[in-house]
């Protein structure tokens, strides 16, 4: 069974500090995607990565797929209350239709 | 606006009866999924399809049951709604996938099922 790992799964920091969201699993995929989900709507598509040690950057955003694909890593540097949210990771497997999510990261920015 | 449906949005059952939640999607979507979300758990795969005619389980298929006749619906019955069964769920789609792609997601806004 997959199982993809979250952590940590509540963070409050104040607004202009830095937060990193990890989500592990001893799985290979063959994708991996993040998710930002509102109170009372359905989780949007951050960001995707498809290759080992593939880093992409969405604004103040940073994400990373591990090398060997089974871990990835979601950085916000100086974080602002707009970022506060619930944030998920995906991962497909490598048969490509099968996508499980971690138990996400609730994150909160104070003013 | 393009997108996937989902209806009802609220739904209180009581134990022993069954109900279907309805999932659509107009962007001609090959694949589709169904998932329910309870705190702390993230999202948890029910059921999913590949397309018309294909169904497969996910992680917690018991006690749901999915068809797929068409390519736009993705109907998820409860046959014998249980307390277990309270949480929120939601439909997504996705477009047939390259090979080494990347399955990205479109849900639905969610439907909340209170079992009594």
């Known amino acids: 069974t997959q199982l993809l790992e979250q952590s940590p799964q509540f963070l409050s920091i104040q607004e202009g500090e830095n937060l990193t969201v990890y989500c592990n699993s001893s799985?290979?995929?063959?994708?991996l995607q993040w998710y930002r989900q509102e109170p009372g709507e359905g989780p949007v598509l951050l960001v995707t990565v498809v290759t080992g040690g593939e880093v992409k950057k969405l604004k103040r955003l940073t994400f990373q797929f591990g090398d060997a694909r089974k871990d990835s890593s979601l950085h916000i540097t100086a974080a602002q209350p707009g970022d506060t949210g619930l944030y998920l990771c995906?991962?497909?497997?490598?048969?490509?239709?099968?996508?499980?999510f971690g138990a996400g990261t609730r994150l909160f920015v104070k003013a | 606006n393009a997108g996937v449906t989902q209806t009802p949005k609220f739904q209180v059952l009581k134990t022993g009866q069954s109900m279907t939640l309805q999932c659509a999607q107009d962007?001609?979507?090959?694949?589709m999924s169904w998932y329910r979300q309870d705190p702390g758990m993230g999202l948890r795969l029910i059921h999913y399809s590949v397309g018309a005619g294909i169904t497969d389980q996910g992680e917690v298929p018991n006690g749901y049951n999915v068809s797929r006749s068409t390519t736009e619906d993705f109907p998820l019955r409860l046959l014998s709604a249980a307390p277990s069964q309270t949480s929120v769920y939601f439909c997504a789609s996705s477009q047939a996938l390259p090979r080494g792609g990347a399955n990205v997601l479109t849900f639905g806004a969610g439907s909340r099922l209170t079992v009594l």
């Open positions: 995906a991962g497909t497997n490598t048969g490509g239709f099968k996508t499980i």
């Open positions: 799985s290979v995929f063959s994708s």
């Open positions: 962007m001609n979507h090959e694949y």
